[in-house]
């Protein structure tokens, strides 16, 4: 009878300890969940942050190569240069860096697709019309939505095999190559257009 007490009390010493071992493990893991949403949270500011930053040195940038800030005087030009380098170097004062996890596979693939979004930069020079046109079937291949033209079938499998981060990243990358390419369009026709009012006017003249 003793010894049945005894071994009751052992057992319930056993329950209590392993009753108290399940809920502190239980509180541990309900700490380390709502860490988890704060290290999701504060990556997604830090990648709006480096999304922002882009964007402001592309818009300095677009400023500073606009057709508007052709047609001013060569002192307000200087002026407002200034004004923008000056933004240009506040801006890229801030550092912002969003590391992604890869594996081999997906590393590998974010090396080829930036090797193929470089080859077609490099062709801007030479033929923009052709570079413009590549850049949007590429483009097209990141879009979840019914593409508006052909769409870089081996670069979409491509990106695929990328990490979701870098698929992203690809795709603003390119929304970006397509606005400065855009802009430069633009800018192109504006001149050529300058050019022949230039010599209908010098034609009127003669």
Do not use: W
């Amino acid at each position: 009878m003793a010894q049945a007490k005894i071994n009751a009390k052992a057992n319930e010493g056993r329950f209590c300890r392993s009753s108290s071992m399940a809920d502190r493990s239980s509180r541990l893991l309900e700490s380390l969940d709502q860490l988890e949403l704060r290290v999701e949270a504060l990556r997604e500011a830090a990648t709006a942050i480096e999304q922002e930053r882009e964007i402001l040195l592309e818009m300095i940038h677009s400023i500073q190569n606009s057709q508007d800030m052709r047609q001013i005087s060569d002192g307000e030009r200087e002026e407002l240069n200034l004004t923008a380098n000056r933004l240009m170097g506040r801006t890229l004062t801030v550092e912002v860096s969003v590391e992604t996890i890869r594996n081999p596979q997906q590393q590998e693939s974010l090396k080829h697709a930036t090797r193929i979004i470089d080859e077609v930069v490099s062709k801007f020079l030479n033929d923009l019309g052709n570079a413009k046109s590549h850049l949007m079937s590429l483009y097209s291949a990141c879009s979840s939505e019914v593409p508006p033209g052909p769409v870089d079938q081996k670069f979409q499998s491509i990106v695929i095999g990328c990490a979701l981060e870098d698929q992203k990243k690809i795709k603003r990358r390119l929304e970006t190559l397509l606005r400065n390419v855009e802009n430069s369009d633009k800018a192109i026709k504006l001149l050529e257009h300058s050019k022949s009012l230039q010599q209908n006017a010098e034609s009127r003249f003669n």
